[in-house]
């Protein structure tokens, strides 16, 4: 069974909207990350929470953890066009990542 | 600084040939993964390498063998390949196992048929 599963699996919005997408975990972590993979391509690192924070903002994105729900949420502000892609949390389990299925988020213009 | 280069990018094979898949990083990273990506699904890790001279099986190792050639480079090897192993595979490396973040190669596309 997996250690992270992001929901929802796909979430379709307009140009200017907000997404919020939620990763979901089952044993303790060190650290939980997020990545995005445009079509394609490789996974690339947006953003990294450790287990003693709250929240965290890196430009348009917010991240919150709340380990005693062991739950992640990822919201981007003011989607763009280019924010299409596959959205996936990461979390830890021993020395190895391990990834949720991913959402795939379309901003439509 | 290339970060994780991977080779080749596309690859078709017969069902029983054998090939390789490499991989480096220019980071002086520690620790290298190897991950199968199948359509619609996360990433599956295949092996690790938490250091330079270790090897650790991961989630789905059937199938595969892993060199870990130096510091830079690790290779991925399929034997006898089988169309289940059609995929699309990563590389990532980290700094030291899971205290940073990955960094992703652009991903090899394999078609068994």
């Known amino acids: 069974s997996q250690q992270g599963e992001e929901d929802p699996q796909a979430l379709s919005i307009q140009e200017g909207e907000n997404a919020t997408m939620n990763c979901s975990y089952k044993t303790s972590i060190n650290n939980l990350q997020w990545y995005r993979q445009n079509s394609g391509r490789g996974l690339v690192h947006l953003i990294l929470?450790?287990?003693?924070?709250r929240e965290k903002h890196s430009g348009r994105l917010r991240v919150t953890l709340d380990t005693s729900k062991k739950s992640s949420s990822l919201l981007i502000t003011a989607s763009r066009a280019a924010d299409t892609a596959s959205y996936f949390c990461a979390t830890t389990y021993g020395q190895n990542f391990v990834f949720g299925p991913g959402t795939r988020l379309s901003v439509l213009p | 600084n290339a970060g994780v280069t991977q080779t080749p990018k596309f690859q078709v094979l017969k069902t029983g040939q054998s090939m390789t898949l490499q991989c480096a990083q220019d980071m002086n990273h520690n620790s290298m993964y190897w991950y199968r990506q199948d359509p619609g699904m996360g990433l599956r890790l295949i092996y690790y390498?938490?250091?330079?001279?270790?090897?650790d099986k991961g989630e789905v190792p059937n199938g595969y063998n892993v060199s870990r050639l130096n510091k830079r480079e690790f290779s991925l090897r399929l034997e006898s390949a089988a169309p289940s192993q059609t995929s699309v595979y990563f590389c990532?490396?980290?700094?030291?196992?899971?205290?940073?973040?990955?960094?992703f190669g652009p991903g090899t596309r394999l078609l068994v048929l």
């Open positions: 390498s938490a250091s330079e001279g270790t090897t």
């Open positions: 990532a490396s980290t700094m030291g196992g899971t205290v940073g973040t990955q960094y």
């Open positions: 929470i450790r287990s003693n924070e």
